[in-house]
């Protein structure tokens, strides 16, 4: 891996081959100091009732730590059972949730323009599904 990205797995879930780095850089530039970490659903939600006052777990949270890093989180686990509501296959919901999260952690906020940046990006790979 990059010395700017890194990708930690906490959970006991096996993750598809996707490309986070491509996209990171694609997103957030080369410079841009990227973690993320995949956590179980305890975990998920400790950090959402702490960070978000939500008592719940949640598939992706974004914490920016400066102007050029920051940390995605994201709850595999949650996420395969929420394949169906999206209606996506594993593999692109989670690059989806990783896409949106590369976007909030621009600053960019729930909306008709994320979603079409969103689209825009999954588009550029082969995950992509419409």
């Known amino acids: 891996m990059e010395e700017n990205f890194s990708i930690i797995n906490k959970t006991k879930e ?16 080369k410079k841009y100091e990227l973690s993320i970490a995949f956590v179980d659903k305890k975990i998920s939600r400790s950090l959402n009732k702490k960070y978000r006052g939500k008592d719940k777990a949640t598939n992706v949270l974004s914490f920016s730590l400066n102007k050029n890093s920051g940390e995605l989180v994201l709850c595999p686990q949650l996420i395969k059972t929420e394949t169906k509501k999206f209606e996506r296959n594993f593999p692109n919901l989670l690059l989806f949730l990783v896409i ?3 976007l909030h952690l621009k600053g960019m906020e729930h909306g008709e323009k994320m979603e079409k940046l969103e689209e825009k990006y999954l588009s550029r790979t082969k995950f992509f599904i419409k």
Not at 14 to 29: G, H, M, S, V
């Open 14 to 29: 096996r993750l598809p081959r996707l490309p986070f780095f491509d996209i990171k850089n694609d997103i957030l530039k």
């Open 100 to 102: 949106h999260g590369m």
